[in-house]
């Protein structure tokens, strides 16, 4: 979600308008600061549990930004609190953008937690919003079954500008890149290229590069083996020029989520020209039908199935592959592309 609002501020910009940041303080907020550029970054500071998102003086700021509309990123915090009782006495726009956090897998996980969210303050929230945004067709059938919206503008994130080295021919890399959550699905990919490792290149190597809480690392780091050449290397996070560096190296990129809104690290991948192996709930069926991905469910043995065939793969296919997500990422799901249509969406609110 991040990086997504970093891009949508620099579409703002982009398009004439003037972007504030406004969130709660947390131990990276000065290191990543510069990622806004020179929009105006205000940070609340965090009282109680770090997972309420509580900042008594979020108030105060929003109400003191200056704001024709507010859009709101994510849910289940106290910020959509905040962000509700914005559009309530201001009567000023409020959009909401979920970021996949109504999908059902979502909701059912912690679900006493949300439902005491939504009786405190979502619904109250949902109630005041202009118009929810939603990524896909799929998060749109989810917000409308959970809230009852009668305005969703389906927007898709958008792929960072085109990267990625030029090579004869890249090494036999599967990479990883992303939060490591239960819903990534990394127990299931790590038993997979266990299942498989006899079977491919003797120099192939899975990569996972990411951060987590500690559920999800436990789990990662039981489903590895004990000892041996498991040909699976964890390297931590990785932004910036260490991300940059790392798709450089990808021949694949492999997201066999069981839960994404849509996924920034395809988007990444295909601007790299690196090609994915990704479950239909990366909800980007764009890439199959380009050609840009191939489907690898989430069950172990699905998994398995399409590492065999991705590292079997012609170069021919795979120069076809790469192509293909290219040509995703410069074109429908381009800035130029998406900022037109934030454009319409905005411009129609105000």
């Avoid at 891009?7 to 806004?36: C, H, N, T, Y």
Wanted: proline share 6%; aromatic share 6%.
């Amino acid at each position: 979600m991040f990086e997504a609002v970093i891009g949508q501020a620099q579409m703002l910009r982009a398009l004439g308008a003037v972007p504030v940041v406004i969130g709660v303080r947390d131990a990276a907020s000065e290191e990543d600061r510069w990622r806004f550029g020179d929009a105006e970054v205000l940070l609340a500071e965090p009282r109680g549990p770090q997972a309420l998102g509580f900042a008594a003086d979020l108030d105060a700021l929003v109400a003191g930004a200056g704001l024709d509309l507010l859009h709101l990123h994510g849910l289940w915090q106290y910020p959509s609190h905040v962000a509700g009782r914005f559009a309530r006495t201001t009567g000023k726009p409020l959009v909401i953008s979920p970021h996949g956090m109504l999908d059902p897998w979502i909701t059912s996980r912690n679900a006493w937690k949300k439902h005491a969210a939504r009786v405190l303050w979502e619904r109250e929230a949902w109630s005041s919003a202009s118009a929810f945004h939603a990524l896909t067709e799929a998060e749109a059938r989810d917000i409308a079954a959970e809230t009852g919206a009668s305005r969703i503008d389906i927007v898709p994130n958008a792929a960072p500008p085109m990267s990625g080295a030029q090579m004869d021919k890249r090494p036999p890399m599967a990479l990883y890149l992303g939060r490591i959550h239960p819903k990534k699905n990394l127990t299931a990919l790590v038993d997979a290229w266990l299942q498989v490792r006899d079977r491919l290149p003797a120099d192939a190597v899975l990569t996972v590069a990411g951060w987590g809480d500690d559920e999800g690392i436990a789990a990662l780091e039981s489903a590895m083996p004990q000892g041996g050449a498991s040909g699976i290397e964890i390297v931590g996070t990785a932004f910036g020029s260490q991300k940059a560096a790392l798709l450089d190296l990808a021949r694949f990129l492999v997201l066999p989520s069981q839960s994404e809104g849509l996924p920034m690290a395809v988007l990444e991948a295909w601007a790299a020209g690196v090609p994915t192996l990704m479950s239909e709930a990366c909800h980007l069926p764009e890439g199959f039908a380009a050609g840009a991905a191939i489907d690898c469910g989430t069950g172990s043995d699905t998994i398995a199935a399409a590492l065999l065939a991705a590292f079997a793969m012609p170069d021919s296919e795979w120069d076809a592959m790469s192509l293909a997500a290219r040509n995703l990422a410069s074109g429908p799901f381009s800035q130029a592309s998406v900022a037109k249509r934030w454009e319409a969406a905005y411009a129609a609110l105000l």
